[in-house]
């Protein structure tokens, strides 16, 4: 009991010693002092900190899934961003003691790499390369020497300052100094450089380590990587290559080494060196791999004489196919079926090429990469194949599927937001041509059509409950469970009382599946031939109908019984009168000019432009957009058939001589004026939306009435001008009028995008205005949604996940932001003592200066900084500023802001999607 009582009094003595000698300086602190704060820095804090990095690095490695359909991530920790922050956090927090309380101890160097390696895996690559730079200047063996001088020649003791004015005379390195963590630093701070894409900045540092002398194996190593790195991240593999041989040649860890070896199988691969590309994957199966790599390295081993030409295709898909039947590859076979569709694609098999992807999703269990690439691959041959539909789909889900850090991402969000007006025209020509068709049909024909219908939904239905009650039982569900399931109502038939309308967001019927719609054209013209699209053409033909599918079909078919009212409710939406017929053309009309011009302009598929153009102009002669449509073919046609351009030149003279478009053509110098004159046309809005939003409603609502006698036909932005209309009018006679106005923008035009908006706003005024008080504000906010909401959308992205800074608005510009940022320090040290917050002033116009606070996680993080701020208003900025305004933004978006100077924007973008 003495003893224990003794060691306890021993530790509290050492304890008070350590704490005692914090503020001394390095030259007084020598024997037992100087190893008891050692002591101390060691195991109160970076011990555990070290270890919590360790541990932290190697989880978020294992939960780091491989993509081995790209070149893999040379470090899978870094790859796996976004993981392991908490942790991280915790290792900064206690490297942070040991740097605040013992910066005296030989071990403050090590905490503060363990700072900027921890800021770094969080993928702060800012405040990790601030925390490496002070290293590198702080840990410099020449400015250790200095420090250590200036401290002894301030000792108290006569010994102390001749020692120190003597090193200050020559101050020359020892062994001592080379032992800290510098070196190692600037290792790490040329792989953050990399990130940052700051590749300049990361050959200086890799040329300075080359020149160091006496450089360790490992540290040789790690720079010929992170060199290599760099060429990688700029896809100049003939660079990456040699420095990864060299980098894999040093390294002694072997499960870097087996990484490192199958990433420079696939450059060689990529290179199309088929032997060494095989010799590297030999090496990485005598490096004993994890099982995905063995099996991919496999897989990659069986397709290497296919892709040098030495085997066939024919052959390879053999091999293939014998690997996915083999029992011990079956969580595999998504990849294998995958490889199978790139042999097939090679080999100019495009359905087999689909069926295989197809293959591939539904063996996929778990493996998220996987499954986006194999979306991501069918989206992109349906777009080869101009299915536009299917690939805008393909696009939708590849977007669900891929990691929002993939490189491919914003490429992907492009070609899905570039193809959803062109998908939606499509599928609007589709429907209602198949509902005209439908129309086309007598009693009978309809009875066999509705008969047919229900016998597939049927089948489904049995399907889906057979399938549900399969998965029931593998999860173990009693009778009860399975019993909820199959009682759910039957709303996907098409068969509710509503009509086809009411489902449309869900049904199942053919009519809203474009992959059955084209079936059916195909079968159709199979039977019936490429007929012209004309009223009860059938008629000609009846003996020819059938819509069975052989006696079998026709006895199943007939047992199904259908009601007058299934009927009436499963072709609700078709049109039943010559208004509705004229309504439903209309339709199909209006969507093939739109069509056309996206092709065009948006795809720049002129064959499909012009395809589609020459389908309306057969179709709907003498439509209202005729001129143009002939306009826009003689344009395209210049290119490629100068006879058809004379022909449709021809066509607009004799049809529309006094269109501007036949001006042009009379005239090829008016085409500079006209240009002028949409110039003037937006400037002219410009103007008068400017009015808007400063409360000029009269007199915007006076240039709104005098835009069509001034600008004619060449008014191509009537909806604008009408949307602007609605908005002035709520402003100056309250709701009532407000949404009647709104009603006449979805009215007159109903293709727009501004009729979306009339709709979203009326929808807002009958859900949350009870008064006309506030469909006056509605109007007021929903103003700038008409063109401000635009503007945001196209500047800034939700980027809720990506790191996040806050901006605080400060209301005069003549606010010393010195003063400012001193009140913000000290708010921060007082609650915010351990977020490592930096504070920086800009001036982003004449008239706005606000202070960005760096950096937050997310912008969950962000928002809870910017609430508590809002709460504590007075004890934020110390009364220096009481209209100040907070809030957070992405980094992305901060970029765009800066480049743009639209604040006004990226608040209504703000208050869109944070609020």
């Given at each position: 009991m003495r003893k224990n009582h003794l060691i306890l009094t021993l530790l509290i003595a050492i304890f008070i010693v350590g704490c005692a000698t914090q503020k001394k300086t390095e030259g007084e602190l020598k024997g037992l002092k100087k190893s008891i704060k050692d002591l101390n820095a060691r195991f109160n804090g970076y011990h555990n900190a070290k270890l919590i990095?360790?541990?932290?690095?190697?989880?978020?490695?294992?939960?780091?899934?491989?993509?081995?359909?790209?070149?893999?991530e040379m470090y899978k920790e870094v790859a796996a961003e976004g993981q392991g922050a908490s942790e991280l956090d915790e290792a900064i927090k206690k490297s942070s003691v040991v740097v605040s309380l013992y910066r005296q101890s030989k071990w403050a160097d090590d905490a503060y790499l363990i700072v900027g390696k921890s800021e770094y895996l969080k993928g702060d690559f800012d405040a990790a390369q601030?925390?490496?730079?002070?290293?590198?200047?702080?840990?410099?063996?020449?400015?250790?020497?200095?420090?250590?001088?200036?401290a002894l020649k301030n000792s108290k003791k006569k010994k102390d300052r001749d020692k120190g004015n003597k090193l200050a005379k020559n101050l020359e390195p020892e062994k001592k100094d080379y032992k800290t963590i510098h070196d190692e630093a600037m290792v790490w701070l040329a792989r953050t450089y990399v990130e940052q894409g700051k590749y300049g900045e990361t050959e200086l540092i890799v040329e300075q380590m080359k020149k160091m002398e006496e450089l360790p194996d490992k540290l040789k190593s790690e720079v010929a990587l992170v060199e290599s790195y760099a060429f990688l991240k700029q896809k100049d593999y003939d660079k990456a290559i040699p420095l990864m041989i060299k980098a894999t040649e040093l390294t002694k860890s072997k499960k870097q080494k087996t990484r490192q070896t199958y990433i420079l199988a696939q450059l060689y691969q990529l290179k199309g060196n088929g032997a060494e590309a095989l010799a590297n994957y030999k090496r990485v199966l005598k490096l004993n791999p994890d099982y995905d790599m063995e099996f991919r390295t496999r897989l990659n081993i069986a397709t290497n004489g296919w892709q040098t030409g030495e085997a066939d295709g024919r052959e390879t898909l053999a091999t293939l196919k014998r690997m996915s039947k083999d029992v011990k590859n079956e969580e595999f076979r998504d990849q294998i079926f995958f490889v199978m569709s790139e042999v097939a694609m090679k080999e100019d098999q495009i359905p087999d090429a689909i069926g295989y992807l197809r293959k591939s999703l539904r063996t996929n269990t778990n493996n998220q990469p996987q499954k986006a690439d194999s979306y991501l691959r069918l989206a992109e041959i349906y777009f080869q194949e101009e299915d536009y539909v299917s690939s805008k789909n393909y696009y939708d889900s590849t977007l669900t599927a891929m990691d929002k850090a993939d490189e491919r991402y914003d490429k992907v969000n492009r070609y899905s937001t570039s193809l959803t007006d062109i998908a939606k025209n499509i599928q609007i020509i589709e429907l209602q041509d198949s509902l005209l068709m439908i129309k086309a049909m007598n009693k009978d024909e309809r009875l066999v059509l509705a008969k047919k219908l229900k016998k597939e939904r049927l089948e489904a239905e049995k399907k889906a409950k057979e399938n549900r009650a399969n998965s029931a039982g593998s999860l173990g569900a009693g009778r009860s469970g399975l019993a909820n399931q199959t009682a759910r109502p039957q709303a996907n038939t098409g068969l509710s009382s509503g009509g086809i309308n009411n489902v449309r967001n869900k049904s199942e019927w053919w009519a809203y599946d474009a992959g059955e719609i084209r079936k059916g054209k195909r079968d159709f013209e199979k039977k019936w031939g490429d007929r012209p699209l004309e009223d009860n053409w059938r008629r000609s033909n009846r003996k020819d109908f059938d819509f069975e599918e052989g006696e079998e079909g026709d006895r199943s078919i007939a047992r199904i019984n259908v009601s007058d009212s299934e009927m009436k409710a499963m072709f609700a939406d078709v049109p039943s009168n010559r208004k509705e017929v004229q309504a439903a053309n209309d339709k199909i009309m209006e969507a093939l000019f739109t069509l056309g011009g996206l092709y065009r302009d948006r795809l720049e598929n002129e064959r499909k432009a012009m395809k589609t153009f020459k389908e309306l102009q057969e179709r709907y002669p003498k439509n209202p957009h005729e001129a143009e449509a002939l306009y826009s073919l003689y344009v395209l046609a210049m290119e490629s058939d100068r006879s058809k351009a004379d022909y449709y030149k021809t066509q607009i003279l004799k049809k529309y001589k006094n269109s501007k478009y036949a001006e042009i053509l009379r005239n090829p110098e008016s085409m500079a004026k006209l240009q002028e004159e949409f110039a003037e046309l937006d400037r002219y809005y410009d103007i008068t939306y400017a009015l808007y939003e400063n409360g000029g409603y009269q007199k915007a609502l006076s240039r709104i009435n005098a835009a069509d006698s001034l600008f004619g036909n060449n008014n191509k932005i009537r909806p604008k001008f009408a949307l602007l209309n609605a908005l002035c009018v709520g402003h100056v006679d309250g709701v009532e009028a407000y949404k009647t106005s709104l009603n006449g923008v979805t009215t007159k035009f109903p293709m727009s995008e501004e009729s979306e908006k009339a709709k979203e706003i009326l929808a807002y005024l009958d859900g949350k205005s009870p008064n006309a008080d506030k469909g006056k504000d509605a109007a007021g906010k929903d103003g700038k949604d008409g063109k401000g909401k635009e503007e945001a959308k196209a500047l800034f992205k939700e980027k809720k996940e990506e790191q996040h800074y806050i901006l605080v608005i400060l209301s005069s510009t003549e606010l010393k932001s010195s003063e400012v940022k001193s009140a913000i320090s000290d708010y921060h040290k007082k609650y915010h003592k351990l977020d490592k917050l930096f504070t920086a002033s800009l001036l982003l116009n004449k008239n706005t200066q606000m202070m960005v606070i760096r950096r937050f996680k997310d912008a969950e993080v962000a928002e809870t900084y910017a609430k508590s701020v809002r709460n504590r208003?007075?004890?934020?900025?110390?009364?220096?500023?009481?209209?100040?305004?907070?809030?957070?933004?992405?980094?992305?978006?901060?970029k765009a802001l800066l480049r743009s100077k639209k604040l006004d924007a990226y608040i209504d973008f703000y208050n869109e999607n944070y609020k």
């Open positions: 990095l360790k541990e932290t690095g190697v989880a978020m490695a294992d939960n780091y899934r491989d993509n081995y359909n790209q070149v893999l601030e925390t490496f730079r002070y290293v590198l200047s702080e840990y410099n063996p020449q400015y250790l020497v200095k420090k250590r001088a200036d208003p007075l004890k934020y900025l110390k009364d220096l500023d009481d209209k100040y305004k907070v809030y957070p933004i992405a980094q992305t978006n901060y």
